[in-house]
């Protein structure tokens, strides 16, 4: 069975502070995918990134970055010098090439960013 | 090229009444995934296509929901009778399925529905 844990509820933090928000995953298969969403208030799952089981380089997209850990199950990502428009529920989850590729969600971690 | 795109955005209903959601894929995408969404979680699979075919059904999905895709294209989820259990987001996100796995969904911005 997938399962995907976010611990953190909810996080707030001042406008230009470093974050990190965790995820750890459990599955049995070999080959995996790992995404993040970042979900604000108006609803939509605004999709951020994918890695595969196989690709363990950490990633940096401007302001962002994503470090992979096969050792620990972890997909932790970090919001460098956050802002405002960062605020809202960040979603982890996992598909596997067998299961027809469904998305399993961890619950969430809700980031407010403020003044 | 436009997103997934789903209608309506909300939806209030009497408990017992039928309601019936539609989501349009990016026109390319042959896969496309249906997800419910309870307040302070995070979406739970439903069902998912491809092409016409409705390859997987979650135990989520009772008796009472029924999902198609004619023609591969748009499609709907419709709910019967109603309960008060029923009222979530439904999201609906679509992909291009490749051999390879892994493909990226893209997110439809959700129907909201309310049973009361």
């Known amino acids: 069975a997938q399962k995907v844990t976010q611990a953190q509820t909810e996080i707030s933090v001042v406008e230009k502070e470093d974050v990190t928000l965790d995820c750890v995953y459990e599955?049995?298969?070999?080959?995996?995918?790992l995404f993040w969403y970042k979900q604000p208030p108006s609803g939509e799952l605004v999709f951020l990134i994918r890695?595969?089981?196989?690709?363990?380089q950490n990633e940096i997209s401007g302001r962002y970055s994503w470090n992979f850990q096969k050792s620990t199950s972890s997909f932790n990502f970090t919001i460098t010098a956050s802002q405002v428009v960062d605020s809202a529920v960040y979603f982890c989850?996992?598909?596997?090439?067998?299961?027809?590729?469904?998305?399993?969600f961890g619950t969430g971690t809700q980031l407010k960013v403020e003044l | 090229d436009t997103g997934v795109s789903q209608d309506p955005r909300h939806k209030i209903t009497k408990r017992g009444q039928n309601v019936t959601f539609r989501c349009d894929p990016i026109s390319e995408h042959n896969r496309l995934y249906w997800y419910r969404q309870t307040l302070g979680q995070g979406p739970e699979f439903l069902t998912y296509f491809q092409n016409e075919a409705q390859l997987e059904k979650s135990r989520l999905l009772s008796d009472r929901f029924s999902a198609e895709r004619p023609k591969g294209s748009f499609s709907t989820l419709e709910i019967q009778r109603t309960e008060q259990g029923d009222s979530a987001m439904y999201l609906c996100a679509s992909s291009l399925y490749s051999t390879g796995g892994g493909e990226t969904q893209y997110f439809g911005p959700g129907t909201r529905l309310l049973v009361l």
């Open positions: 890695r595969n089981s196989f690709d363990e």
């Open positions: 989850a996992l598909s596997y090439t067998g299961g027809g590729n469904k998305l399993t």
């Open positions: 599955t049995r298969d070999t080959t995996y995918y």
